[in-house]
């Protein structure tokens, strides 16, 4: 599996504080050996099994049909709380969808690499077959290595798929950049102002509006104001 997301942490832990649990574990299941290997804990540690005094609620996690992991929770006690079932399915399914989102990168990568091996297929057969065929007409025809020249360079172009996953690429670098400077900006002004998160984010989308720029250059503009404007 690829890195767990950083956002599984925070989710786990609103529902385990939420439903009232003295903790909660999320595990890996080895598909080949079913070992459960725990990726992110917090609090009191969940048992495998069952303990006095304490009760364990679980939840599988899914990536296609298959359960690749186990969300835990425990609670002290001899009974789970009555509210504590209706929170923690309703977090349940939202942890799962994150967790598949950690299997994203390596579904695209194999599709990738699998349409890379179609393309390169297709584009040998393609040169294979012209080559084949002026080799076939006997005496080269007039002008045979300019044809099969021209013939590969024009094969060889790049894909449609080559040229939007490009593209795609870059937009998705440029949103993550501007997530970067917007949180660094967030950040400065919580601290300068004593601002809170979402406050200091209405901040910045208020002088983005009145300035008419992108968000990213208002949040690169405060942060490259000079330290003694930042503290006046």
């Known amino acids: 599996m690829s890195q767990l997301l950083k956002s599984l942490h925070p989710l786990a832990l609103l529902a385990a504080r939420e439903a009232g649990a003295e903790g909660f574990a999320i595990h890996r299941i080895d598909a080949a ?11 009191a540690l969940v048992p495998e099994a069952m303990q006095d005094g304490l009760m364990v609620t679980s939840f ?3 990536a296609g049909d298959e359960i690749t992991g186990v969300l835990a ?3 002290r006690g001899s009974a789970i709380p009555p509210r504590a079932p209706s929170v923690l399915e309703r977090i349940a399914g939202a942890i799962e969808e994150v967790w598949r989102l950690s299997l994203v990168s ?10 890379g091996e179609l393309e390169a ?35 060889l172009r790049p894909g449609q798929l080559g040229l939007v996953l490009g593209q795609l690429l870059d937009e998705i670098e440029q949103e993550i950049a501007e997530r970067d400077l917007t949180n660094r900006a967030k950040a400065v002004l919580q601290s300068r102002h004593g601002m809170s ?4 984010h209405v901040h910045l989308r208020l002088i983005s509006r009145k300035s008419r720029k992108r968000l990213r250059d208002v949040a690169r503009d405060l942060l490259e104001e000079p330290v003694a404007q930042r503290t006046r």
């Open 73 to 75: 929770f425990v609670f």
């Open 197 to 200: 998160e979402d406050q200091a």
């Open 121 to 155: 297929a297709l584009a040998d057969s393609k040169i294979a077959d012209r080559a084949s065929g002026l080799l076939a007409a006997g005496a080269q025809p007039r002008g045979a290595i300019e044809i099969i020249a021209h013939h590969v360079e024009s094969v």
């Open 106 to 115: 390596e579904t695209y990568a194999r599709n990738a690499a699998r349409i």
């Open 60 to 62: 599988p996690l899914r």
């Open 33 to 43: 050996t079913g070992h459960r290997e725990v990726k992110l804990a917090w609090g």
